[in-house]
């Protein structure tokens, strides 16, 4: 039988795909299809891929090659094609099982009472010198406080356009992301990630109680800048830590499972997690370059880290208490 003759009995095949493509077989969607529908769809679309081949080693006419090459790029989109942007899925993910996650997951837990404990307690250290007289030296180094003293000698606020600030807003997400994806992307081996965690927070509270130190000048400047996103940070920090353990404890307690079985269940539990400590990451890099070096008033930016605050609490634990309905 000529290349001709076959494909012309499958015409009837090709106005069966048509059906489908056009929405008009038994007038559904894809979405609505049953089991058996889309076996049939993907079985057509391979035949038409074969039909395609056959036309084009044959030389058949350039309309008839034009016309299946048509089809079968409709039936691999429609096949194939990724998923519509879902804002109510988004929604769900985002205000209900992040904060509720986050609320009861003991690796998140952890995670923030070590790296808050260690700011604390390395803020108070570095704050009262008769404590610990060379503390602040060991942790930062002079190069460090010296650079702290005078990258905030200037009053906040005396320069700056909104090109400068964008510009800062850009750098600060790189820079954020990146303690978050080390954080996390660390989880499997938890020691990198608990490491990374306790230094940022000894790190940091040094810088943050020696820049309280009423003998230090630029202190005042620093907490001028430091107030409007330090709360989205160092949050965001904690979370992409308590996320980064989830995966780790898939690996170390397996429930039974096997161990690439229990990583790929805990890495679906730390993912909302690390999406809302994306978005505080992303809401720290835009306070921090647009508000924090701004020339509005201390007032208004202590306003703002109490507005962020309030609503970080609600998010965590009004939003994830469990509720009735929570499994």
């Avoid at 390395?122 to 030296?137: C, E, R």
């Avoid at 702290?148 to 850009?170: C, K, N, P, R």
């Avoid at 107030?227 to 160092?234: C, D, R, S």
Wanted: aromatic share 14%.
């Amino acid at each position: 039988m000529k290349a001709e003759d076959i494909l012309e009995k499958r015409k009837v095949q090709w106005s069966k795909l048509e059906e489908y493509l056009s929405g008009s077989r038994l007038g559904m969607r894809r979405s609505t299809w049953s089991p058996e529908q889309v076996l049939e769809f993907s079985e057509l679309y391979r035949a038409a891929c074969t039909d395609l081949a056959l036309a084009q080693a044959y030389r058949l006419p350039p309309q008839t090659v034009d016309y299946l090459h048509n089809l079968v790029g409709r039936a691999h989109n429609r096949l194939y094609r990724s998923q519509k942007y879902d804002l109510a899925s988004w929604w769900n993910v985002m205000f209900h099982d992040a904060p509720q996650q986050i609320f009861r997951d003991p690796c998140v837990h952890v995670a923030t009472l070590l790296f808050f404990g260690l700011f604390f307690i390395s803020a108070l250290i570095a704050w009262n010198p008769s404590v610990f007289p060379s503390y602040v030296q060991g942790v930062l180094g002079e190069e460090q406080i010296e650079g702290l003293e005078t990258s905030f000698a200037e009053e906040i606020g005396t320069q700056g356009s909104f090109d400068t600030y964008a510009m800062m807003a850009g750098f600060y997400i790189r820079n954020n992301t990146g303690i978050g994806l080390q954080c996390f992307g660390f989880g499997p081996l938890i020691l990198p990630t608990l490491y990374t965690l306790i230094y940022n927070a000894v790190v940091l509270g040094a810088s943050f109680g020696y820049m309280a130190r009423s003998d230090v000048e630029a202190g005042k400047n620093f907490f001028e800048f430091v107030t409007a996103h330090g709360p989205f940070e160092l949050s965001a920090i904690a979370l992409s830590a308590g996320a980064g353990l989830r995966l780790g404890l898939g690996v170390l307690a397996t429930a039974g499972f096997n161990r690439m079985a229990s990583f790929k269940i805990q890495a679906r539990r730390s993912l909302p997690v690390i999406a809302a400590s994306a978005t505080l990451f992303i809401l720290a890099a835009f306070t921090e370059g647009f508000i924090s070096p701004s020339p509005l008033p201390y007032a208004l930016k202590a306003l703002w880290a109490v507005m962020s605050s309030t609503a970080m609490m609600f998010y965590f634990v009004v939003l994830g208490a469990p509720r009735e309905n929570t499994p």
